[in-house]
């Protein structure tokens, strides 16, 4: 099946209606709730379900944008077959406006699990922790989401059929955990918050040069983390540092202005800046819409 929705429906709003037919969108995006869907495909951002669905991006079929000269431009369609053309909603997907407004989106969704069942462990070790996220991501049956906490929990999530997701249970024998921990999950927004990105088998290289004491969570199977920041720009350099050179990235999610000043929001620009800006300069010649709100 199929929906397509007007970019200022909240996500909480379009899950109640498909609910109402046995579907859902397979996005649970931290500081919820609130979420619009235009501003959830602006920005890219997800939540721990990636691990078994992607990012918005691989099920995003359509795009409606409004560009700087207030024409209406659309790409994609209505349905899950086509393949025709340049591929511009990917170019829309994560650009933070900066090439147009999105003002409408169709998605392929997905029918809700037979059964949906949660399981945590708790671990007084980060390296018992990492063991236990491992083995769970190598489960017969993958998970759809597994999440890792600086606190040594372990949360994972199957979706399928009752007797798989019973028999996955039962061979992990962690604890049961209530389905509601993924909602409260997803409420997490750090006052000072940065994401960090990175090849899978170098994250917890990454995260292992953090103090004992700083928060963060990560889900292990995508090679993503957010990390509360405590300490200083310095300390927000040194962690990017180490993300670059593992192949990654780190990007300074919400702060106050000065901070974000002197830690740097994205980092050092990319090899491919000057694509970007040409790309940027052929939408948008005269910087209209959200002018210095992106690298670019």
Known sequence: MVVSVEAGITLE??????GKSGQFLPLDPFGSPGHTIGGLLATGWTGPLRLRYGSPRDFLIGIR?????GRLA????RVVKNVSGYDLMKLHYGALGTTGVIVAASFKVFPKALHDVTVESKHESMAEAWVAAEQVLDMPM?????ELFSSGRVLARFLGSPDATRRMVADLGWTAADASVWQEHSTAAPARWARIAAPRHQLRSILD???ADEQWWASPGTGIANWAVAGSAEDV????????????SLLLMAGPAEFRREAGA????PATLHLMRRLRSAFDPNQVINPGRFVV
């Open 74 to 77: 659309s790409a994609g369609g």
């Open 65 to 69: 944008v409004a560009l700087p000269d």
């Open 237 to 248: 350099r040194a962690v990017r540092a180490a993300a670059v050179a593992a192949g990654g």
């Open 266 to 269: 994205w980092g050092t620009p």
């Open 13 to 18: 709003a379009l899950q109640e209606e498909l």
């Open 142 to 146: 993958a998970p759809a989401a597994v």
């Open 209 to 211: 040069r953090l103090e």
